[in-house]
């Protein structure tokens, strides 16, 4: 795997994403919630891991404002190698509405790097990494994240 997806918040600045407020303990628990977590004895899970030692709880990994609306979005990770395989490692993407709910706007398994190319709305592009040297590119379509092609290190690629 890329040591690039080691330092995500250093790329994600590096990008220029908009900085985000804090987020309160409500909308905390209403991300999660929207990325289809549940809290269990103090914890947010959304994989079934049976208690493996890889397994690590959900957190919330970066607040940003990525198309500049002004409403924050959450990108959150949990950790299990039996839930995510060689990967290891799920993401969940939430995004705040107008209203105040809170939306998924994208979620799997892989380690998210966000890319300075971008889809409808100014939504960035998203590379989703994990083993191997070719990796899926999701774009925003204006109702999904949807696979837009492969890549590595910026070249197109083929699985």
Not at 78 to 101: A, I, K, P, R, W
């Amino acid at each position: 795997m890329s040591a690039r997806y080691c330092l995500l918040p250093m790329l994600m600045s590096a990008l220029a994403l908009h900085a985000a407020p804090e987020l309160t303990p409500a909308q905390q628990t209403a991300a999660f919630q929207a990325a289809g977590f549940q809290l269990q004895d103090g914890l947010w899970r959304q994989c079934d891991d049976p208690g493996t030692l890889s397994y690590s709880p959900g957190v919330i990994e970066q607040v940003m404002d990525l198309n500049a609306d002004g409403r924050p979005e959450v990108l959150i990770s949990e950790g299990s190698v039996f839930c995510h395989g060689m990967t290891g490692m799920g993401y969940s993407l939430v995004s705040q509405q107008g209203d105040g709910s809170w939306k998924a706007m994208a979620g799997g398994t892989g380690i998210v790097a966000f890319l300075p190319s971008k889809g409808v709305d100014g939504w960035p592009d998203i590379e989703v990494g994990g083993p191997g040297f070719c990796f899926p590119w999701l774009r925003w379509n204006g109702r999904e994240y949807a696979l837009a092609g492969y890549q590595y290190e910026g070249k197109r690629c083929q699985p």
